[in-house]
């Protein structure tokens, strides 16, 4: 009798479990079929404002993460996928999950009517802040917080910038690229050939190394000095580029102590849940440019004394674009990584628009950021 007891008990407590697990997977796909018919532009793309804020999965990323986190990954297409790459994204860029586990926190990005850009299967989109509770705000500038650190905004933009600039002819500004092969969409002559990725290459006419390029001719003609280094940090092998461009960067302020500024250059990489490419692109005097978004470290789980001056600077240089070109810049994100902003107290991490954009849309937002960036170095020059 005890015996058949346990074995009730035990089909109880499967049956139990197997009901709760149907009725969470009903609960999920229900959810998916109701984000899918929604309202508005991006009500249906939670991976689009995903990957536009950068936003870690948390938990639900994690092999050891709770049961039904991994349930939800598993009978999500977009979580599935996003899972690996942000497992892979996490190991190699030292990026740490800021302790959110939903795949879409807040509907925070302004849109303008729906549109496709010239390039097939590429929707283009002008991102602004919408809901501003969920940013740091101050004098119109926006920082998206993907950490647990508290910090006054007003202080830091009001801070004095501790770096000056001094006038030689030895280099002032070091602009590098820790994931050089990144490109952009192909579109028009912009034709290349393909590395590991679709829209990564190693041809430096079309990869991020041109628009570091572009940046370098507008500060030089500013009066800068400036090197620029053309590194593939992440070629052949793409794991390890953080630590390999590290290695680089130190070697330079060795060589070069009058260097204060290091700018790396990368783009971003927009995907919506139903794989469409997006585009980050504003128009500035009548042409469909690039938006830049800048994003900035912190000492949330490294070392990294100089966080909020680089962030000072980020903010001066951001009131300066609002200032010149309003819908230039998308709103700066703060994460707990380095990105080897550690090792200056003037170093920037600059996206210059995502893989969806065409390589002249991507020139033409890098020269206005480095426009922009110039006039708050001037006036750091003795």
Same mark, same amino acid.
């Given at each position: #009798? ?79 996928? +996003? ?53 740091? +705000? ?41 994931? /050089? ?33 572009? #940046? ?31 290695? /680089? ?134």
């Amino acid at each position: #009798m005890k015996k058949s007891n346990f074995r009730w008990g035990r089909f109880l407590r499967q049956g139990c479990a197997v009901f709760m697990a149907v009725i969470a997977v009903w609960l999920v796909l229900a959810g998916a079929r109701a984000a899918g018919t929604a309202g508005t532009a991006l009500s249906d793309s939670a991976g689009f404002v995903t990957s536009a804020l950068h936003v870690q999965l948390g938990a639900y990323g994690q092999p050891d993460g709770d049961v039904f986190g991994r349930l939800l990954s598993g009978q999500s297409a977009l979580l599935r996928e +996003n899972v690996t790459a942000a497992q892979a994204q996490t190991q190699e860029d030292g990026m740490q999950p800021a302790g959110q586990s939903e795949p879409m926190e807040h509907d925070d990005i302004s849109v303008p009517p729906e549109g496709n850009s010239e390039s097939a299967n590429v929707t283009a989109r002008t991102l602004l802040p919408n809901a501003a509770e969920a940013y740091a +705000n101050y004098d119109g500038v926006y920082v998206y917080n993907r950490t647990g650190l508290s910090f006054d905004l007003a202080t830091i933009a009001s801070a004095p910038i501790q770096i000056t600039l001094e006038e030689s002819e030895e280099p002032q500004i070091l602009i590098m690229h820790t994931h /050089g092969t990144e490109a952009y969409t192909m579109d028009g002559d912009d034709i290349y050939t393909p590395s590991d990725e679709n829209t990564r290459t190693v041809d430096e006419n079309y990869n991020v190394v041109r628009i570091g390029d572009e #940046m370098q001719t507008v500060f030089e003609e500013m009066g800068f000095a400036v090197i620029h280094d053309k590194t593939l940090y992440d070629y052949p092998a793409y794991s390890g580029s953080y630590g390999r461009s590290e290695k /680089g960067i130190e070697e330079y302020l060795a060589e070069y102590p009058s260097i204060r500024i290091v700018l790396d250059v990368h783009r971003d990489a927009l995907v919506g849940a139903d794989g469409t490419v997006y585009k980050a692109v504003t128009e500035i005097d009548g042409e469909q440019t690039a938006q830049v978004m800048m994003v900035m470290g912190s000492n949330e789980t490294t070392e990294h004394a100089k966080w909020q001056e680089n962030l000072s600077l980020a903010v001066r240089i951001q009131e300066e674009m609002n200032t010149l070109y309003p819908t230039l810049a998308r709103p700066v994100t703060l994460r707990s990584s380095t990105y080897n902003q550690q090792l200056t107290n003037g170093s920037l991490l600059v996206e210059v628009g995502s893989h969806g954009n065409t390589l002249q849309e991507a020139i033409r937002g890098a020269r206005l950021y480095a426009e922009a960036a110039g006039k708050v170095l001037q006036e750091l020059e003795a």
